[in-house]
């Protein structure tokens, strides 16, 4: 059976009247990498900040690891997130302070971990991006590629059983993007977490989904597996995949 | 048709007034909240504090000493008017303590501080800096806001006692280059005009002048939009309100100085 580790039901938000998500239903089974498509300014992006409590819904439930999210005090909100990594389109690496620093800072929170544990982390999550050399660099001195392998290994620290991508091929080469692409692919194998990615790259869709949902007016329009959407009978899905 | 125009849109400002000054003081509630709480960030603190004190100590320094020196230059003259050149050391020590020193270097700190303040947190913010530390369980409130606003108003009072004290060295070169004072004496001279009720309010009232530099600063970064425009507008518009805030304050101080004397 499987089991679900995120549920979003009846999710509505606008913005300045504007209506961006209507009525969003998905579920997140352990493990599986959904990937949610769509044109942009669909509202993706929306939707998964809406997920970890980044943007407040206007009405409808999001749920993860059983709790409404919306009913939890700002401290067990915190407990949450902890469990949720995300990896932001522009990585959101903090430009001031090292990528070490970078990596150690989530873990501030964790008062038991000595220094040589920190550091083990550390390197164990950059040797899982392959970035390990950069360590003592600063965001600035990173390529785009290299930023969102930080983004990750920054994300990874916490070991996090959701994971959350927003683009996460935006703006990059399709080698890099590829790189990227089996990376995501490679962390659900080896952590066994389960993905929300945000994406309109087909080809990053077609390495790491598991699943699709397909968003259209504010709502779920096509769900399924990436050859099911790509061979479907609705013009406008199919369009996505030509 | 058109009066009705200027009235919507008049309503619409005062609106927009009260939805800021509502939303400012619950930002300034959430500090004080946020900042009794723990854990308490004090290694960030004293890392803000050399940003913000230690870094702005030249600027200030500069700015105090001239300060000093030509206002001791431009009081010289009326003063000889008067025959009372001997009264220039005091005169000039107690504009200094009491008005100019903290008044100064406050906006010299609202320039320097409160737009990199603004700035640092509205870029944090539009490249979604701020969001990351959320989403990985750390409160940025606590982390960038409080930490921020306990430094500033911890290292205004140390810079003003800084600008002070150099400022009334130029003022005794001030009164060097058209006269011969010794500095012995022209320290005695400000000394036994300088009464505790002329150092405290202004002590006092720089802890206020960099708790809303401050604040104002952090406001404007922490609820910055519109992309990178909205980072310069941030910088720009704390500068203003924080430098306004200040001759407010100074306003009120007075006020409640002159009430006690």
Redesign the interface.
């Given at each position: 059976m499987e089991v679900i580790v995120a549920e979003v039901a009846h999710l509505k938000k606008s913005f300045d009247n504007i209506s961006v998500l209507n009525d969003i239903n998905i579920k997140i089974n352990k493990g599986e990498n959904l990937v949610v498509f769509g044109k942009s300014g669909s509202g993706k992006s929306v939707l998964i900040k809406c997920l970890v409590g980044l943007i407040e819904a206007d009405d409808g439930n999001v749920i993860l690891f059983g709790k409404n999210i919306a009913d939890l005090t700002s401290d067990e909100l915190n407990s949450v997130r902890k469990k949720v990594g995300f990896l932001f389109q522009s990585a959101a690496l903090y430009d001031s302070i090292t990528v070490r620093e970078n990596l150690e800072f989530p873990l501030r929170g964790f008062k038991s971990k000595s220094k040589e544990e920190i550091d083990i982390l550390v390197i164990e999550a950059l040797k899982n991006v392959g970035l390990e050399d950069a360590i003592d660099k600063i965001p600035s001195q990173l390529s785009g590629g290299m930023r969102k392998r930080v983004g990750l290994a920054r994300t990874l620290i916490l070991k996090p059983e959701i994971i959350l991508y927003d683009e996460p091929t935006t703006g990059l080469d399709p080698i890099t993007s590829k790189e990227i692409s089996n990376l995501i692919l490679e962390v659900q194998k080896k952590y066994n977490t389960s993905s929300v990615i945000i994406t309109h790259d087909v080809e990053c869709a077609r390495i790491t989904a598991n699943r699709m949902v397909i968003i259209k007016n504010g709502v779920c329009f096509a769900e399924g597996t990436f050859k099911e959407l790509s061979e479907s009978k609705d013009e406008w899905v199919r369009s996505f995949f030509t | 048709m058109e009066l009705a125009s200027i009235e919507n849109n008049n309503f619409k400002s005062l609106k927009g007034f009260f939805n800021e000054v509502a939303r400012l003081t619950r930002f300034t509630s959430r500090f004080f909240k946020e900042a009794i709480k723990p854990p308490y960030e004090i290694s960030t603190i004293v890392k803000q504090s050399y940003s913000l004190g230690y870094k702005s100590f030249p600027l200030v320094a500069i700015t105090g000493f001239i300060m000093g020196l030509v206002l001791t230059i431009q009081s010289r003259p009326t003063l000889a008017d008067f025959g009372a050149v001997s009264w220039l050391p005091a005169m000039v020590a107690i504009s200094i303590i009491r008005e100019i020193g903290p008044v100064i270097a406050a906006l010299i700190f609202a320039g320097k501080v409160g737009s990199g303040i603004g700035a640092e947190l509205a870029s944090?913010k539009e490249?979604?800096?701020i969001?990351?530390?959320?989403?990985?369980?750390?409160?940025p409130f606590k982390y960038l806001v409080v930490t921020r606003i306990v430094s500033a108003t911890l290292m205004l009072p140390v810079l003003v006692i800084a600008a002070d004290a150099i400022s009334l060295y130029g003022a005794y070169i001030g009164c060097n280059l058209q006269g011969d004072v010794n500095f012995h004496l022209f320290f005695l001279q400000v000394f036994q005009k300088l009464a505790f009720s002329d150092i405290f309010p202004a002590f006092i009232k720089t802890f206020f002048f960099g708790f809303f530099v401050g604040l104002i600063g952090c406001y404007k970064g922490y609820y910055a939009n519109k992309g990178t425009e909205g980072v310069g507008a941030a910088a720009n518009s704390a500068v203003v309100i924080a430098s306004l805030a200040v001759f407010i304050l100074d306003m009120i101080a007075v006020q409640i100085t002159s009430m006690f004397n």
């Open positions: - | 944090m490249t979604e800096q969001d990351a530390m959320e989403v990985s369980g750390i409160n």
